[in-house]
């Protein structure tokens, strides 16, 4: 922030990844920075407050919120005092997937449908169906992708984490694009070798999706697959420090899931949670 200053800007402001509640207490340490606005996203809750003088908004997800700012510049004022916060609020602007909002831009509204078009184009193809749907917290939503992991990779165990699975799977046809939408991150599976009592440590944790055998023999190695992020460390996990030369599938996270949901063929006679179920 300081050698920002120096480059004789008119204001400063952060965008930051990170919850509101952590940033606040580093700006109520650093009034010199002069901050005109900081904006958050990490915790998914919304917040609006300031902290040394500075704004900090913080919207939840998938933009159904965003900060509004005003700022008045005077150019004639000394560094670091051209800048005044008029306002800042928490716009509301998201709403159900099943109720769209009025429209209010025909130009941005066309621009929609155009992705749209394109993106059923590549990622309609229908795989699957379910009947009830599965919500994103379920235990039958994180058993369906661990258990596509296990049953075609053909491994012992699988594992992933709740954090990782980003938002439920909708009644209806399953497709492509529900699936991507449920894993967007571009993750590859890995296949590590862990011994039980290594096993039983990580899939223990709160944040665990686990599924292999319930009863492990400490010292055995049992063949485990996950993802890149978490064999690297993500969110604390420590794949790597068990198994310093995993196999390395070069398959992406989703496609064992698309594989295993087409090959079981299901309909409204036969949805996916009752397999799943089962």
């Not at 890995?190 to 709160?206: D, P, Q």
């Not at 665990?208 to 969110?235: E, H, I, Q, S």
């Amino acid at each position: 922030v300081p050698a920002l200053w120096q480059r004789d800007v008119d204001a400063v402001v952060v965008i930051a990844h990170e919850c509101h509640d952590v940033l606040a207490p580093i700006l109520s340490r650093h009034p010199e920075w002069r901050l005109s606005f900081v904006g958050t996203g990490h915790c998914h809750r919304t917040s609006v407050q300031a902290a040394a003088g500075t704004p900090i908004v913080g919207p939840t997800w998938r933009l159904a919120h965003y900060a509004r700012v005003r700022l008045s510049i005077d150019k004639a004022a000394a560094a670091r005092e051209r800048a005044h916060v008029d306002s800042y609020e928490l716009v509301e602007v998201g709403s159900k997937v099943d109720d769209p909002p009025p429209s209010a831009d025909a130009a941005f509204d066309s621009a929609i449908a155009q992705w749209n078009a394109e993106m059923k184009r590549t990622l309609g193809n229908v795989i699957g169906f379910s009947k009830s749907g599965l919500a994103q917290s379920s235990t039958g939503l994180g058993r369906w992708i661990v258990g596509a992991w296990r049953q075609e990779l053909g491994v012992d165990a699988a594992l992933t984490t709740t954090g990782a699975i980003r938002q439920s799977l909708p009644a209806g046809p399953v497709t492509l694009a529900t699936v991507h939408s449920i894993m967007p991150f571009d993750n590859e599976l890995f296949i590590c070798e862990l011994t039980g009592a290594a096993l039983g440590e990580l899939s223990k944790r709160s944040s665990a999706v686990y599924t292999g055998p319930k009863a492990l023999d400490p010292t055995k190695k049992y063949r485990v697959a996950t993802t890149d992020f978490l064999y690297f460390g993500g969110d604390g996990y420590t794949f790597q420090q068990h198994d310093k030369k995993p196999t390395r599938t070069g398959k992406s996270w989703r496609e064992p899931v698309i594989t295993w949901t087409q090959k079981q063929r299901t309909t409204d006679q036969k949805p996916l949670e009752a397999l799943i179920a089962r």
